[in-house]
Nanobody
Framework: QVHLVESGGGLVQAGGSLRLSCAAS????????MGWFRQAPGKEREFVAA????????YLTDSVKGRFTISRDTAKNTVYVQKNSLTTENTDNYSC????????????????????WGQGTKVTVSS
């Protein structure tokens, strides 16, 4: 089991930046990958970014490439997503996720590929 706790959400103006953090605890030595999804009320989760824990290889959805960066601190068992040049379309609830294995660039964008989820943190971008 892995327990995930997100932080860093809040209100930011369009064009601004925000960094979300997700601290993992529990069976973290078995973590293969961690990632971020966004979700609007009544909608399915949408993939944002993922990182393979050991190699540091990253995957980002096309709409955030060049603006968002995902990284991890292996000593702190924490994953981050740095979000720059935010727009109102980035307003959503962002959840951290983790999996023990089985994700690649082919399936990481599907929430079904992931096993553990945090409660989420709200990001609101004002115009």
């Amino acid at each position: 089991q892995v327990h995930l706790v997100e932080s860093g959400g809040g209100l930011v103006q369009a064009g601004g930046s925000l960094r979300l953090s997700c601290a993992a605890s529990g069976s973290t030595s078995s973590t293969y990958a961690m990632g971020w999804f966004r979700q609007a009320p009544g909608k399915e989760r949408e993939f944002v970014a993922a990182i393979i824990w050991n190699s540091g290889m990253t995957y980002l959805t096309d709409s955030v490439k060049g603006r968002f960066t995902i990284s991890r601190d292996t000593a702190k068992n924490t994953v981050y997503v740095q979000k720059n040049s935010l727009t109102t379309e980035n307003t959503d609830n962002y959840s951290c996720t983790a999996v023990f294995g089985g994700v690649t660039f082919l399936n990481c964008s599907s929430y079904r590929a992931w096993d553990y989820w945090g409660q989420g943190t709200k990001v609101t971008v004002s115009s």
